[in-house]
């Protein structure tokens, strides 16, 4: 298995990928940093080496290669942390915003409610104004009914009389 990574690697190093993309591409596939740091090595020896000669397996070199890995996994780590940085930037501007604008929304229902209310104590006013006018009409109908219950017998009889003395005059 440790072969087919070094030899991926060569190949990948030949199609002019860097070893922190190489490292980011085997760590995303589940090998873990010994093995890539294992095959990176392996394969700068074989790279190293003319490709008639076997493969004889080498110790690990701690010293360069370790120093160069932990500059790839800090690299890598600060990458993460500065996109996580500005994704948790940006979140927090739209929080913000939305925040402004739920505000102003709850500003904008307060005034649409006093404006309700407004309209409804204006519609009740005018309600109770116009029943106002409805009894002091009744209350006027009722007072000429009254009085024309009262005038009209005296105003019939007055035109009855006046008609017969008219009558007789024109005879």
């Not at 002019?16 to 990176?40: M, R």
């Not at 008639?52 to 360069?64: I, K, L, M, R, V």
């Not at 005038?151 to 024109?170: D, H, M, Q, V, Y």
Request: hydrophobic share 35%; glycine share 4%; no cysteine.
């Amino acid at each position: 298995m440790v072969n087919e990574l070094v030899e991926a690697i060569v190949q990948m190093r030949k199609d002019g990928y860097s070893d922190s993309e190489i490292i980011q591409a085997f760590s995303s596939q589940g090998y873990s940093p010994k093995e890539i740091e294992k095959a990176l090595e392996e394969a700068n020896q074989v790279s190293a080496e003319p490709a008639y000669y076997p493969q004889a397996p080498t110790p690990p070199q701690p010293s360069a290669g370790e120093t160069d890995w932990e500059e790839v996994i800090e690299s890598i780590v600060e990458d993460k942390i500065r996109a996580v940085t500005r994704e948790f930037s940006e979140l927090q501007s739209w929080k913000e915003r939305a925040h402004v604008k739920l505000e102003k929304l709850e500003q904008s229902v307060d005034d649409l409610k006093k404006n309700v209310l407004g309209l409804q104590k204006a519609m009740l006013g005018k309600v109770e104004e116009y029943e106002r006018g409805l009894l002091d009409v009744g209350t006027e109908l009722k007072a000429m009914q009254k009085v024309f219950k009262e005038a009209l017998p005296e105003l019939t009889k007055n035109i009855s009389e006046l008609s017969r003395i008219t009558k007789g005059k024109k005879k």
